[in-house]
């Protein structure tokens, strides 16, 4: 089914965060990179709440301090400092991020500020030692034309990258701080965004302004995008972490069919006569009825001790299992819910059963324990009494929340664009001043000098990259939104490449590999180079870059050298390619008698079926054809 985005009122706003590829962190001089080895140092700090200026303490904090959550922190010498341990104040602002900052601020048509003033941002999850972010606004109220339609760009920010999460076990949970103090560039959009594939082009043309600078990293995990998204009657919802900016279209779309889907429950619930009230925190111990169960986990956990505690959900028969988005239902937002306030493994509910090992009969007797009638459903968990309260109290409260239509909420990308809850919606003014550092005056003159030499325009790169390398402009227009447009110009100078083949290459043949599940990422600069100084010069050919990409993303340690002998890729001299072709025409003299220089496409066929990839096809060609004429 088609959506009508403008009919259902769809508004989006974009944050698009960017790590600067500069040679410090932010506030220290930690190189800005992520290490791969076991941890050389570790430290746990227990998780505070921290009260906001206005004395509020945000919920989801308040639980993991209840809860006791520590945080073991993971780090090593070359990429953290007592910066990030938050031993040690921070020192000055990067002049080199502020630098970029700017220039993709003039770049947007953005004011910058007189002076920048670095802010403190409260995060609640552990990934700042600090607790907070360190964050300042570099410029203000640009704007992006695209298709005549004005986007305003709320501001450009820099802030420090937080840490990254590595797991967690029980109630700890690992975070490795190389990452953190890496810069981050912040393009705000305003909420004027229409449609999903609105979204996608805004994105893009800030990725190519960004890109323009040659100052960002690239790769997995280097680019993040935020979305606020709402429709007409459902909710603000903000989803974080969408890390492909080809998958921004499918986020968008999902959300809107979310909140419709969800809408569709709320107006069901209303004609089943259902209101908020009648749904009731009441607690059945059913621990009993699934003594002999044949379901694993329930009875693995009763054999512990533990409890199975159900509720009955009045009127929602049908509708947990009620497909909202693709992979995206009520009863699986009940069972996120659950697993954050609960620290459950997951829920049961009688909209999926009878299965996983749970009989009908057990069914029957546990709607019959809590006084279940037809369109009712029922949903329990088994755990500690007290997490199995506390899932149970959260299924509860998202019930009550579907009679009222869709929840405010901070949701979490998943890679197959469906979203996960993450946490509620924390509250406004959560910023106050970071007093360790001095703010920085940003003068006329400076301003003025970096206008003067801003980077090439996206619009003249793409001129340019059709004029002097005889692109297409659909090809260049690929280069310029890969990655490695820079790198493309690199490659052809150096190795002597036809461009369309790099261009190709970069663009559609790693687009290709990645949606087949090939991690291209793990594929260095410098081997890309070296591939095409193989294919250069003519040791490697080019039907087997993909072969080569492939198995080096699966050996990261090894060389592109190590790749053709491997794989068996090494190019066929000529004296061989003479050999085979003499070979072939000799054990195919029938067709060479019956069919004289016709024979030569079926000839060429085998050949190439047998050795592409190893041979240059148009000297076989040419050889086949020199030969066959001495049969005539
Ligand atoms: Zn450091």
Not at 127 to 143: M, P
Not at 374 to 387: G, I, S
Not at 515 to 520: K, L, N, T, Y
Not at 535 to 558: H, Q, Y
């Amino acid at each position: 089914m088609e959506i009508d985005y403008a009919q259902v009122g769809l508004k989006v706003g974009l944050e698009i965060h960017q790590q600067l590829n500069t040679r410090h962190k932010l506030f220290c001089n930690c190189k800005p990179e992520l290490f791969k080895e076991e941890p050389k140092i570790t430290f746990i700090r227990r998780l505070r709440p921290t009260q906001s200026e206005l004395g509020q303490i945000d919920p989801a904090a308040y639980f993991e301090f209840q809860k006791g959550t520590k945080i073991l922190y993971e780090a090593d010498e070359s990429t953290s400092c007592l910066v990030e341990m938050d031993e040690e104040p921070p020192h000055n602002l990067n002049m080199e991020a502020v630098e970029i900052a700017l220039t993709v601020a003039l770049m947007l048509n953005a004011k910058p500020v007189d002076e920048i003033h670095v802010m403190r941002k409260t995060v609640i999850d552990g990934s700042n030692t600090t607790g907070f972010q360190r964050t300042c606004i570099v410029a203000l109220n640009g704007e992006l034309n695209i298709k005549g339609k004005k986007i305003p760009i709320q501001h450009i920010a820099i802030e420090e990258d937080a840490a990254r999460i590595m797991g967690r076990e029980g109630s700890t949970v690992r975070y490795r701080i190389d990452r953190l103090g890496i810069p981050l560039i912040e393009v705000t959009t305003g909420p004027v965004i229409y449609s999903p594939k609105e979204a996608e082009e805004v994105a893009y043309t800030i990725g190519r302004i960004l890109r323009a600078t040659g100052k960002v990293k690239r790769g997995l995990g280097t680019i993040r995008q935020d979305l606020n998204i709402s429709i007409k009657q459902g909710a603000l919802v903000e989803v974080k972490g969408v890390q492909e900016l080809e998958l921004l279209p499918v986020v968008i779309e999902n959300e809107v069919k979310r909140q419709l889907g969800l809408l569709k429950i709320r107006d069901e619930l209303k004609a089943r006569g259902l209101k908020e009230e009648h749904i009731k925190e009441e607690f059945v111990d059913v621990t009993e009825i699934f003594k002999e169960t044949r379901c694993k986990v329930v009875r693995k956990a009763i054999e512990q001790g533990k409890k199975v505690l159900a509720i009955r959900l009045p009127k929602f028969a049908g509708l947990l299992r009620l497909e909202l988005a693709p992979g995206m239902r009520l009863g699986k937002e009940m069972a996120d819910r659950a697993k954050f306030w609960g620290r459950v493994g997951g829920i049961f509910h009688t909209d999926e059963l009878p299965a996983y090992g749970i009989s009908q009969q057990e069914v029957e007797k546990l709607r019959l324990a809590v006084k279940a009638e037809d369109n009712d459903a029922v949903v329990f968990v088994a755990d500690t009494e007290e997490n199995a309260a506390d899932a149970l109290k959260a299924v509860v409260e998202r019930a009550k929340e579907a009679v009222r239509g869709v929840p405010e909420e901070t949701r979490a990308a998943n890679p197959d664009g469906s979203t996960r809850y993450m946490r509620p919606r924390p509250g406004a003014a959560r910023m106050y001043p970071e007093t360790d550092v001095p703010p920085i005056q940003i003068s006329r003159d400076y301003i003025e000098k970096l206008r003067l030499r801003l980077p090439e325009l996206p619009e003249q790169k793409l001129e340019r990259l059709m004029k002097e390398y005889g692109l297409n402009r659909k090809l260049a227009n690929q280069v310029l939104d890969s990655e490695y447009s820079e790198l493309f110009e690199e490659i052809v100078k150096e190795s002597g490449v036809a461009p369309t083949l790099v261009a190709a290459t970069l663009t559609e043949t790693m687009k290709a590999l990645k949606r087949d599940g090939i991690e291209v990422w793990k594929v260095t600069d410098e081997k890309l180079f070296e591939i095409f100084r193989f294919v250069g010069a003519g040791r490697l050919a080019k039907e087997a870059i993909p072969e080569v990409i492939t198995w080096l993303s699966k050996n990261e340690d090894k060389s592109v050298e190590d790749a053709v002998r491997s794989l068996g890729l090494y190019m066929l001299s000529d004296e061989e390619i003479e050999r085979i072709v003499k070979e072939t025409i000799e054990k195919n003299m029938e067709i060479v008698k019956q069919r004289g220089k016709g024979a030569f496409g079926p000839l060429m066929g085998m050949i190439m079926q047998k050795y592409r990839g190893r041979v240059n096809a148009e000297k076989v060609s040419r050889l086949l054809k020199e030969l066959l004429e001495g049969f005539v």
